[in-house]
């Protein structure tokens, strides 16, 4: 049984930005949340093979950080069969929510780091913009409930 969430090695620098050195999240766990939950929003997903150190599964042991993870395995168009409660799809559903946190980082990364003002500004300024796009805060949400 799969125990650790992937992160993308592309994105390690970006993860590093915005973790320790701008300080926008507190943990890579809260970045890759974010990042599958914007890039479900936009039904993006991107797959990837090289990953930099996973994050040990139970560190997304919170209610929250677990029903987003299912959620958005059980509202993949592709994948009705999956019983996101199964442990025997354990492995099916992570891999699906690295595949939409990855999309999500490439989202930040072109849609942030493009924006030529600092970081957060930038962050903040993409909040909005889903915000009046899709409502993607209240999308997140509706999830812990």
């Known amino acids: 049984m799969i125990d650790r969430v992937r992160k993308p090695e592309k994105f390690e620098g970006l993860l590093k930005q915005?973790?320790?050195e701008e300080k926008i999240f507190s943990s890579y766990k809260d970045i890759l949340i974010f990042a599958a939950c914007l890039a479900k929003s936009r039904q993006v997903r991107e797959p990837f093979l090289k990953s930099s150190e996973p994050i040990p599964l139970h560190i997304f042991s919170g209610e929250f950080?677990?029903?987003v993870i299912?959620?958005?395995a059980i509202t993949e168009q592709n994948d009705y069969e999956i019983q996101f409660l199964s442990e025997e799809n354990q492995e099916r559903k992570?891999?699906?929510f690295e595949e939409y946190a990855a999309a999500g980082l490439q989202i930040i990364e072109d849609e942030v780091l493009s924006r030529g003002k600092s970081v957060l500004e930038s962050?903040?300024?993409l909040l909005a913009d889903?915000?009046?796009d899709k409502n993607l805060l209240g999308?997140?949400?509706s999830?812990?409930?």
Do not use: C, H, R, T
């Open 139 to 141: 999308d997140i949400s």
């Open 94 to 96: 992570i891999m699906i």
């Open 70 to 72: 299912n959620a958005i």
């Open 123 to 125: 962050f903040i300024e």
């Open 143 to 145: 999830l812990a409930y």
């Open 130 to 132: 889903e915000e009046a």
């Open 18 to 20: 915005l973790k320790e």
């Open 65 to 67: 950080d677990m029903a």
